[in-house]
């Protein structure tokens, strides 16, 4: 059975870093992406940032140079080492992977991070 669980998360100051963390706690798969979704308060999940299992990486507009992805798919782990933070990047980070096979999308339950002074 996959689970992927988020882990990191909590409340930070503007401009703090925060480092968020994926495992699997599982049994192995092999993903073809990994990567990590957000969903503030009232608002629609969103993609911020993923690593392909050859280490590509794409990050959306609103993160870039400020977030960084790395982890190893292979392993079923991932990060997001977020950086420079400010209150819109509040919300409930997902950790997401992408499979070529059934159940084709696996989800973690999310961890919370709160940014405010």
Same mark, same amino acid.
């Given at each position: 059975?996959? !689970?992927?669980?988020?882990?990191?998360?909590?409340?930070?100051?503007?401009?703090?870093?925060?480092?968020?963390?994926?495992?699997?706690?599982?049994?192995?798969?092999?993903?073809?992406?990994?990567?990590?979704?957000? !969903?503030?308060?009232?608002?629609?999940?969103?993609?911020?940032?993923?690593? +392909?299992?050859?280490?590509?990486?794409? =990050?959306?507009?609103?993160?870039?140079?400020?977030?960084?992805?790395?982890?190893? +798919?292979?392993?079923?782990?991932?990060?997001?080492?977020?950086?420079?933070?400010?209150?819109?990047?509040?919300?409930? =980070? =997902?950790?997401?992977?992408?499979?070529? +096979?059934?159940? =084709?999308?696996?989800?973690? !339950?999310? +961890?919370?991070?709160?940014?405010?002074?």
């Amino acid at each position: 059975q996959v !689970q992927l669980v988020e882990s990191g998360g909590g409340s930070v100051q503007p401009g703090e870093s925060v480092t968020l963390s994926c495992a699997n706690s599982g049994s192995l798969f092999r993903p073809v992406a990994m990567g990590w979704f957000r !969903q503030a308060p009232g608002a629609q999940r969103e993609a911020v940032a993923m690593i +392909t299992s050859r280490g590509e990486t794409e =990050y959306s507009d609103s993160v870039k140079g400020r977030f960084t992805v790395s982890g190893d +798919t292979a392993k079923n782990t991932v990060f997001l080492h977020m950086n420079n933070l400010n209150p819109e990047d509040t919300g409930v =980070y =997902y950790c997401k992977a992408k499979l070529l +096979t059934h159940p =084709y999308d696996i989800w973690g !339950q999310g +961890t919370q991070v709160t940014v405010s002074s």
